[in-house]
């Protein structure tokens, strides 16, 4: 029972135009939001995060957006570079007692030069 | 200066042996977990411990026993190795009251 959903295993985009990431999930406890990057044989970085009260966060070429509604997240990276090539995992935590991440299953983006 | 720091990154053995990862962390922070990703790529929580104390533990096997000597320290000793537990194992920590984890590099297990 995955309750984070990243449908789009992969996702290829030209240098400088937008990189859209999309994230569902199912459980409506769900109340904090987080993207994380990872490079190969690295561990996730943190990248951005949005809380369940606001619709939009913003941190420089990076935007999150929360439909909360749609249970639907989306990562907006604006322009896009070649470091940003990587793999992009959602993950969302409740007010279980124990912050716990649930992830979804990454998306794999290619910046091309 | 590493923030999260496992050891180590490799770790190859045979079926039946019994092997330990530590993680160690420089941020005190005061709550760290233990994630497995598999094959699939799917992270899954196993283990958490707020303050040595064990707080998560994910319907894992009992093959699989968590400790924490201190705050800074979550290691993760594996009895009786399986060939279903190769993957690559991650340490987080975060600090109570916030949702942000930050993770250590992983280690890769590979049981033969």
């Known amino acids: 029972d995955q309750q984070v959903k990243q449908n789009s295993p992969s996702l290829s985009v030209q240098e400088g135009r937008i990189s859209i990431l999309n994230c569902d999930y199912t459980?409506?406890?769900?109340?904090?939001f987080l993207w994380y990057k990872k490079y190969p044989a690295e561990g996730p970085t943190f990248l951005i995060s949005?809380?369940?009260?606001?619709d939009k966060n913003e941190d420089g070429r990076f935007t999150v957006f929360l439909n909360k509604s749609a249970k639907h997240l989306s990562l907006h990276i604006v322009p896009s570079q070649p470091g940003d090539s990587a793999v992009y995992f959602c993950?969302?935590?409740?007010?279980?007692?124990?912050?716990?991440?649930?992830f979804g299953t990454g998306t794999r983006l290619t910046i091309i030069p | 200066d590493t923030a999260v720091s496992q050891t180590p990154k490799y770790l190859v053995t045979q079926m039946g042996n019994d092997k330990s990862i530590k993680c160690e962390q420089n941020?005190?922070?005061?709550?760290m977990y233990w994630y497995k990703q598999d094959s699939k790529k799917f992270l899954k929580i196993m283990f958490s411990?707020?303050?040595?104390?064990?707080?998560i533990n994910e319907t894992v096997p009992n093959r699989f026993s968590p400790k924490s000597p201190d705050k800074a320290h979550l290691n993760l000793h594996i009895n009786s190795l399986e060939l279903g537990d190769s993957a690559v194992y991650f340490c987080?920590?975060?600090?109570?009251?916030?949702?942000?984890?930050?993770f250590g590099p992983g280690t890769r297990l590979t049981v033969l």
């Open positions: 459980n409506s406890m769900f109340d904090y």
């Open positions: 993950a969302a935590s409740g007010n279980f007692g124990n912050e716990k991440l649930t």
């Open positions: 987080a920590s975060r600090t109570s009251g916030t949702d942000t984890q930050y």
């Open positions: 941020l005190g922070h005061d709550t």
């Open positions: 949005i809380s369940s009260i606001k």
């Open positions: 411990y707020n303050n040595k104390e064990l707080i």
